[in-house]
């Protein structure tokens, strides 16, 4: 069954905060939070000020982690539960599970300017890991992998534009990237003061809201 995302700048103003789905463009005034800073819907501006419930508040975090990283409600819920058995602080080896999907690193890496993007690129088979092709967006990636563009698309318009873009990026600690051989690398699992957001997200939230 298909997914019907509610568009990308309703998702930002309903959580109230930038989820960073619509790439470069969120970091300009044309940005919809920037401009309508407030929920959509047809009565207009509305106060974020009304309290929410316990459960509220847990619903709000969730949203705001999953659509971040664009993934269904019950994809994301196994990864809560993998989290939930797996050693470690759960939100933290939450975050890393979401972190090393295939196409997060591909955004991580500079190709792309959003997940979305990422995703795209994953599934037209952009993206080779190892060497080999691969295009499902939620593949994880692990250390020592090498990511790379597909020689065959590097000529398209798409490819040109992701090479130069990553050229010009800083990746984040724990990826390696050299724009000699258009090869990012996996240089470990990310820790978590490694993991950039930037938007704050109440982890401890969306755990509590997985074990009611």
Not at 4 to 24: I, T
Request: charged share 30%; net charge positive; hydrophobic share 30%.
């Amino acid at each position: 069954m298909s997914v019907v995302w509610e568009s990308k700048c309703s998702m930002c103003r309903r959580a109230g905060v930038k989820l960073y789905l619509k790439g470069d463009r969120c970091y300009t005034k044309k940005c919809a939070l920037e401009r309508r800073n407030y929920p959509p819907g047809q009565h207009g501006p509305r106060t974020r000020d009304r309290k929410l419930s316990e459960y509220g508040e847990q619903l709000r975090e969730k949203q705001k982690l999953r659509q971040m990283y664009q993934i269904r409600e019950a994809q994301f819920r196994r990864y809560v539960e993998n989290a939930q058995r797996a050693r470690g602080v759960t939100g933290e080896v939450l975050l890393r599970q979401l972190e090393m999907r295939l196409d997060n690193v591909i955004y991580r890496l500079g190709f792309a300017v959003s997940r979305g993007q990422a995703r795209q690129m994953v599934t037209h088979r952009f993206i080779t890991v190892n060497g080999k092709r691969v295009n499902i967006p939620s593949y994880q990636v692990r250390e020592g992998d090498v990511i790379s563009i597909h020689e065959s698309k590097r000529s398209t318009v798409l490819g040109k534009e992701a090479i130069a873009r990553a050229a010009e990026h800083t990746p984040p600690p724990w990826l390696s990237y050299d724009p000699n051989t258009v090869q990012g690398k996996v240089l470990h699992a990310p820790r978590a003061d490694e993991i950039r957001l930037g938007t704050e997200i109440e982890m401890q939230k969306i755990i509590e809201f997985y074990s009611r």
